[in-house]
């Protein structure tokens, strides 16, 4: 029988790169190995801020990315702070402010890895004041007296010409905590609320007297943080979990979501529907796009702190002191 030419020394070099070709293409197509399964602890503050963490539990966001999320409410900003410092839980959701703190003057080793929102806080004030100048004298409920919203109220005081010493400084809670307070003694002139607490407090004929972003202009407010060791330790972990954050946050803020959304937000927040309504429609401006870090807003957090508490010799220090977005833009990357 007549034997085949072997194929010439060229043609068999094709044919071996074919065959190595076609083995390298069925690596290719091989899954990936699923990555660990991790549990993380995360502390926030109640509040419709916390739609996309809500959505990504609910729509199985988290789950697919491997991550068993335990997400509890903290009580004020103390409780948070000692508690992430102690390693009680490992995310923080809150104004980031408060971890400017722990940074300085605290001398915690935390980082800032996302934004989240713009505070969406309206000042508040008993139904018979309507001015800010009416507030000489009288009492300034808070969280902690040296971050956050309490520096964006005496911001706002100071720019209107109150001083410390005009106005007493009380120290509350959170801020579902604060409209309790307000509703029950009025002595407790003012604060700092967001939704869905500032609609409540509408509704209760508590009086705004205008929005943080007019009266102060852009903030970054809410986002995650954590002690930056842990961050360098479990970088899949963050990765992971704040691309289960961006993908809740696009779900809820989806116009076609809308009615799931709102109920979501009954539910979790024990809100009558009504004001589950009202509570969404705030936060197609309060929430940023893919919780996104707002960088002229944090350096207007940076001035603000400067200014009212004089540290850093009153000059703001650069912001990547406290700021670390690498795992940021690798959870960006993969949700795309």
């Keep these: 029988m007549h034997q085949p030419d072997p194929p010439s020394r060229p043609r068999r070099r094709l044919l071996l790169g074919l065959g190595g070709a076609a083995a390298l293409a069925g690596c290719a197509q091989q899954p990936a190995a699923p990555e660990p399964q991790a549990r993380v602890r995360v502390k926030v503050f109640p509040g ?65 890895v996302s934004g989240g ?19 000489r004298g009288r009492t300034l409920i808070v969280d902690a007296p ?29 801020t579902f905590q604060r409209i309790r307070a307000m509703q029950q003694d009025k002595s407790n002139a003012a604060s700092m609320l967001n939704p869905p607490f500032s609609l409540q407090a509408l ?19 809410s986002g995650a943080f954590a002690m930056r060791p842990w961050a360098q330790a479990n970088g899949s972990v963050v990765e992971r979990y704040l691309a289960a954050w961006i993908e809740g946050t696009r779900w809820g803020l989806a116009p076609a979501n809308r009615e799931p959304a709102i109920a979501l937000l009954a539910q979790r927040l024990q809100l009558e529907r009504p004001l589950a309504e009202a509570t969404y429609a705030v936060l197609g401006t309060g929430l940023a796009r893919d919780v996104a870090f707002d960088a002229p807003g ?7 702190r400067a200014e009212m508490e004089g540290q850093w010799g009153g000059q703001p220090p650069p912001p990547e002191r406290f700021v670390d977005l690498q795992w940021y833009r690798r959870a960006l990357r993969r949700v795309a």
């Design 298 to 304: 944090f350096a207007r957090l940076l001035a603000i």
């Design 146 to 174: 040296n971050t956050a919203y309490a520096l964006q109220a005496r911001k706002i005081l100071k720019d209107r010409g109150l001083l410390p010493g005009d106005y007493v400084v009380k120290e509350v809670g959170g």
């Design 48 to 112: 419709a801020q916390n739609l996309g963490l809500f959505a990504a539990a609910q729509q199985g966001f988290f789950t697919r990315r491997h991550l068993d999320v335990d997400l509890q409410f903290t009580q004020n900003s103390v409780e948070l702070r000692t508690g992430l410092a102690t390693g009680a839980f490992d995310i923080a959701h809150a104004a980031v402010d408060n971890a400017v703190a722990m940074r300085d003057p605290g001398g915690q080793d935390v980082v800032i």
């Design 117 to 135: 929102d713009n505070s969406m806080n309206e000042l508040f004030v008993q139904p018979e004041i309507t001015s800010i100048a009416q507030l």
């Design 203 to 221: 509704a209760s004929g508590l009086r705004s007297l205008g929005k943080v972003s007019d009266l102060l202009g852009p903030y970054q407010a």
